[in-house]
C-alpha cells in the first residue's frame, strides 16, 4: 500500500511575527489581579514609599549630627585649658560617629596630661577593643606603653613599642618607637641595648626631630659612660694621630723646600760665579 505523504504547509508571515494580543492579554490579566487585590498593592507601594521617606531622613539627620559633633570637637580642642577641653570632650565620647575613634583617642590623651591615669587607660583600651581597624588604635597603643612605663613595668612597655614597629610598620607612628624602646632600656640600665636602639633611630627616620632626640641621648650616655663607645674612639685618636703626622711631614717638607724668592735670589748669584 503506497505511503501517502503529508503536505508541507507554507510558513506564513503570522507565523514569523509575535502573538500582538499576547501583551494585551497579560496587561489585561495583571489589571485584573491588582483590582482584586487592591489592598495589598496600595500597602506595598505605600511601605515602599515610606522605606524610601525613612531613608533620606536619616541620611539627612546622620550628617546634620555629625556636622554637630564635628564643630563640638573643634570647639573643645581648641580651647587652652587642659579642664575645660576634658569637660568639653567627655560627653563626645559616647557619641557614634566617623571621628568617635580621633575624639576617644584626644579625650584620654588629655586624661593622662591632667594626671587620670586609670580614666586614660579605660579610654586607650575602648578605642582598641571597639575600633580595632582605626588608624588612631597604634597612638592609642602607644599610650598604653607610657603607662606601662610609669608603672615601671617596663617589659610590657616594650613588647607594646615592639608591636606598634612590626603591626603597623608603614605608618608614620611606628618610626619613632625604636626612641620608645630606647629610653626604656635605659630606664632598665640596660645602656648597650639603649645605645643600639638609640642609633637605629637615626637610621630608621634621620633628619627629623626623633633622630635629633636619639642623637641628644647617644651623647649625653657617651659623656657618662665612654667605656661603651670604645671602637669610636679609637677612630677618633687614629684620626687625630693622622692628622698631627700630616701636620709634621708638611711642616718638616717646607723647613727643607727652599722658596721661590730663596731661588730667584741664588740664580744671579751663581752667575756670577
Known sequence: MPIRRQKKRKTEVKDILPNMDE??????????????????????????????????????????????????????????????????????????????????????????VLGKIDEAETVWKKLCEKYPQSEWVPNAREGLGYLEELRKNYDNAINIYKEIKEKWSNSFIAKRQSFNIARVLEAKNDLPGAIEFYKKQQEEFTESSIANKAKNALEKIKTEHPELFPKEEKQEDKSEDTSKSEIKENTASLESKPSEDNKEQATPQQERK
Open 23 to 112: 501583551p494585551k492579554n497579560q496587561l489585561l490579566l495583571w489589571w485584573t489581579h491588582i483590582k482584586e487585590n487592591l489592598y495589598l498593592y496600595v500597602f506595598s507601594t505605600s511601605f515602599i514609599i515610606l522605606c524610601v521617606v525613612i531613608g533620606l531622613g536619616y541620611g539627612s539627620y546622620k550628617n546634620s549630627k555629625t556636622k554637630d559633633i564635628m564643630t563640638r570637637y573643634a570647639s573643645a580642642v581648641i580651647k587652652e585649658d587642659l579642664q575645660e577641653k576634658w569637660d568639653a570632650l567627655k560627653p563626645l565620647t559616647d557619641t557614634n560617629s566617623p571621628l568617635t575613634p580621633e575624639i576617644l583617642y584626644t579625650y584620654a590623651e588629655t586624661a593622662f
